[in-house]
């Protein structure tokens, strides 16, 4: 008998019917005589909604609070999907996240986890029961509830799975896998058998929404390996494993795009050491998750520093970063929120030189103007117009022979 | 520096605005030097959206999961308040039932209050901040989440008064104090200025939805005074206090109406010892709260036995009383769910014979129909068909001289 954890997004479970279509997919497990975890999201636009609740109440909203706030979008999922699973005659209990002991640190709204205790988990499972888990909680070391961020359910499903050695850990979404593009932006985005984890990772941190990245983080360092896939059908969907890439694997495994982040720029900074960490540290004290930095080669003793941040992160950094420039003496800041990243992501890459070249190239083609580049071995990111984004990444998904399938096996030809 | 404790209902924190002005309330009794102590009911419809979301997904409700699911409107609004608080340069924090360890029985949905521990908020106190608490829910002995039943906000009120030895626990609400009649049925209805625990028992226990009967109930025994008043006027509401009626306070206090109630009749059941309790213990055992029973005289060896219930509870009782019928050998079942019932409420009726009688009278005057008949010390109710109750209820405040305020002063002088 294995132990399946099985986890549930938010729009698998945006209404009655698919929550209900959702426990017919756990009741079949169950039946197939496996144990079952199931850990569910808020419905739908539930955390958001909720979020909106909180901006109309109040203009400064206490992380504490909203963790008491937003912690009920995932409790009532999991008591209705407990009740589907009932009416299916399957014995089954809801628990949030403090119940199962989820234990946190004690930063609201994106705590990390500390310790998985699962002791309620396990002895509901010795009784036979289908144990469903409220997500993306905890409870704290001072004993409040906490929030582990936006799509921390996942996270909440890779913890329980190693927590409880799970045979395996299924995460449903609205998609049937992971693509080698986003379908809406790219039509012709392919579903991938299989990624591995550093690859996952890089796409994650691209702006990939599939797996948030602090789980696909989780699932690596604790080794469990994921099946991302649809829970509105019974194929396979996307394995996401430590697996290295083999010789027959493209060099190029994905484009990602992501238009949440802004550009922020700081003008006119005296060029002298210290600045960057004067700038930085704050942002990083108040959480600001700051993405790529460019710093430009300073000419007459000033320079301009721009980094790109989430939008959502903007109310908090604005304040920071218009202090800070004060503080060390630069001319102005600017914010741009037209802009986009597109990034290239393969674990082909690192053995394969001249990609970046080919990228910059085949950007150049289409008359895509980069504001900003960044790279790690495995991924190369560019910042470009938002304007310029799906004909950005069209053309980068045919280039890199994505469409077909085929994948990318060296530079590209010389065009005209 | 008096402790106030302050219950917001569910009309009163129906949408952000409201929840805005409710927090102004609280701000304003804080800058008077009293510390604070909020409880709050879910948002308007929040409950009963949440009833109907179940409804859909489920057909049978497991009580565990009914709480889960249904304890997450109290907090919301709870986190709201406090976010709102924090607005307006109050110290406040939000707390769920289990935090602030109210303890209660394991019937779920139904849950009693075995103690109320007060740790968290005592020491919250003693830093100067506001205290909000959402109501309605505790934890179990086996540390389970649980409800108390549907108005059970005001119960927390005064649990929560007493375990703090509160000066005043006030229960605001969308009407300004205790009324003589339901202002909607009945337009010349007057507040009441004061009225005692029994009188305000009889009136809950009659159907005035103003106060729970259980809260009522506990606020009596545990002598903690209320005040039920608005929070969008500072106009004084009603006190419900232990004080003894006066000489000056009229006979009669005010008329009750109730239309959430359905009548159920047994028919032709065998007239022997024990059928009574073969039929009342089970619907106990499911916590079903029969109100009246009325049961006939016998002629032909059998009996018919009448009784009220509220509505919601049709479903779990139909089943119930279906199986017993047939295992006493009665004849069949009926159910009338177009019944209301009217009743008179008065501490002064003890002293005052004949107030029954002129009730019939009045009743027999406007041609409506008694179809049961119940009585306490200081209560008179009966049952009508729902389409006569308007017009039963207003000729009993004009009868009983409740429309101009002075009280009934005796028998009501003969008619044609």
Not at 33 to 48: F, Q, W, Y
Not at 84 to 108: N, P, Y
Request: hydrophobic share 40%; proline share 3%; glycine share 8%.
């Amino acid at each position: 008998m294995a132990l399946i954890v099985q986890k549930y997004g938010g729009t698998s479970v945006a209404d009655p019917d698919r929550i209900r279509a959702c426990a017919d997919n756990v009741a079949i497990t169950k039946r197939h005589g496996n144990d079952v975890v199931v850990v569910v999201s808020a419905m739908g636009k539930a955390t958001d909604n909720l979020i909106s609740l909180a901006d109309s109440v109040s203009d400064n909203q206490p992380g504490r609070e909203m963790d008491m706030l937003l912690t009920t979008g995932e409790r009532v999922t999991a008591a209705l999907m407990t009740m589907a699973l009932h009416d299916r005659g399957v014995d089954a209990i809801s628990f949030t996240g403090s119940q199962v002991g989820i234990i946190t640190d004690t930063e609201h709204r994106k705590a990390k986890i500390i310790e998985v205790k699962g002791d309620r988990v396990r002895k509901a499972l010795g009784e036979g029961k289908v144990c469903v888990i409220a997500g993306f909680q905890g409870v704290s070391t001072a004993k409040e509830i906490t929030t582990m961020g936006r799509g921390a359910s996942d996270l909440t499903a890779s913890a329980m799975a190693k927590a409880l050695d799970a045979a395996a850990c299924e995460i449903y979404t609205d998609v049937t896998g992971v693509f080698s593009a986003d379908p809406r932006i790219i039509p012709q985005a392919r579903k991938l058998q299989r990624i591995n984890f550093d690859e996952m990772l890089e796409m994650a941190g691209a702006g990939s929404k599939v797996l948030a990245l602090r789980s696909v983080e989780f699932a690596r360092n604790h080794n469990v390996s994921l099946h991302v896939r649809s829970a509105f059908t019974w194929e396979s969907g996307t394995w996401v494993t430590t697996e290295e890439p083999s010789m027959e694997d493209p060099i190029i495994r994905g484009v990602v795009t992501d238009t949440t982040e802004a550009k922020v720029t700081v003008l006119g900074v005296p060029d002298r050491p210290g600045i960057s960490a004067a700038l930085f540290e704050p942002l990083a004290g108040a959480s600001v998750n700051v993405d790529m930095i460019v710093q430009n080669t300073s000419t007459d003793g000033t320079t301009d520093i721009s980094f790109t941040m989430p939008m959502s992160d903007m109310k908090v950094a604005e304040d920071i970063v218009a202090r800070v420039a004060e503080e060390i003496g630069a001319k102005g800041v600017t914010h741009d929120n037209d802009i986009a990243k597109v990034s290239l992501v393969g674990a082909g890459m690192k053995s394969s030189p001249g990609i970046a070249a080919s990228m910059f190239r085949t950007l150049a083609d289409e008359d895509v103007n980069i504001e900003m580049i960044s790279t790690s071995t495995i991924r190369i990111s560019v910042v470009v117009a938002s304007a310029d984004l799906e004909r950005a990444a069209r053309a980068l998904h045919t280039a890199f022979g994505l469409d077909s399938g085929e994948g990318y096996a060296g530079p590209l030809p010389e065009r005209r």
